[in-house]
């Protein structure tokens, strides 16, 4: 399957822990995002890299948030400190750049993570 | 905060039966596009649809676009039990970020 790989598919952890994320975008695409998404709500966009730069961040990201793409290919969404509210799926997507038009997003599967 | 609204919200119809989502937007586009999203899986993308134009259609999909109403709809033709889902809008950016809104959850009875 050469489809977006999220890893972990769940996250359990107790509140006040660190906890990272990795995704591994569709291997040609340049572009890659992070979204989170609350039970019942359509995802909300938090950052977006074009091959290793990060060229835009949600007010959402608070400084707990960071996240990586070092050489243009993975990615990694850390939370430090991790808060209740932080509970939520967090999803990544990757698309082709724009080229001839625009691309739709091909999405992972999402980590859950559930803060104790 | 999200972008747009979704109408309905939940919308449950019997097999063969038609179902239709409509979203509302606030701002220009570049495009919107819309995805399918299954219990705890990640998003499917469906259609994108450009700001010039009107009409697109995908298998048993067809959405529309109407710019001056900030609106668009999906219709699904002939539902099956598979499709049985959430459908989300989302209106792109020329980054290509996307604004989802809340989603239609779908419930289609065999």
Redesign the interface.
Same mark, same amino acid.
């Given at each position: 399957d050469t489809g977006?790989s999220q890893d972990p598919r769940h996250k359990i952890t107790k509140r006040g822990q660190n906890v990272t994320f990795r995704c591994d975008p569709i291997s040609e695409h340049n *572009?890659l @995002?992070w @979204?989170r998404q609350t039970l #019942? %709500?359509?995802? =909300?966009?938090l950052t @977006?890299f074009q091959n290793e730069a990060q +060229? =835009?961040k949600s007010r959402l990201l608070s400084d707990r948030f960071s996240a990586e793409r070092p050489k243009g290919s993975f990615s990694t969404l850390e939370i430090q400190r991790t808060e209740q509210g932080d509970s939520a799926m967090y +999803?990544c997507?990757s698309?082709p750049p724009?080229g001839q #038009?625009? %691309?739709? %997003?091909?999405?992972?599967?999402?980590t *859950?993570l559930s803060i104790l | 905060s999200q972008q747009g609204e979704e109408d309905p919200q939940a919308l449950s119809i019997q097999e063969g039966e038609n179902a239709t989502m409509n979203c509302s937007y606030k701002t220009s586009i570049n495009n919107l596009q819309w995805y399918r999203q299954n219990s705890g899986r990640g998003l499917v993308h469906l259609i994108l649809i450009r700001s010039n134009e009107r009409e697109k259609h995908s298998g048993r999909l067809r959405v529309t676009l109407d710019t001056s109403k900030k609106s668009s709809s999906l219709l699904i033709t002939a539902s099956r039990a598979a499709d049985t889902a959430s459908y989300f809008c989302a209106k792109a950016g020329n980054t290509g970020k996307l604004i989802f809104g809340q989603g239609t959850t779908l419930q289609v009875k065999p």
């Open positions: 977006v *572009r @995002y @979204y #019942g %709500q359509g995802p =909300e966009f @977006y +060229l =835009e +999803l997507a698309s724009p #038009g625009p %691309q739709p %997003q091909h999405f992972g599967d999402g *859950r | -």
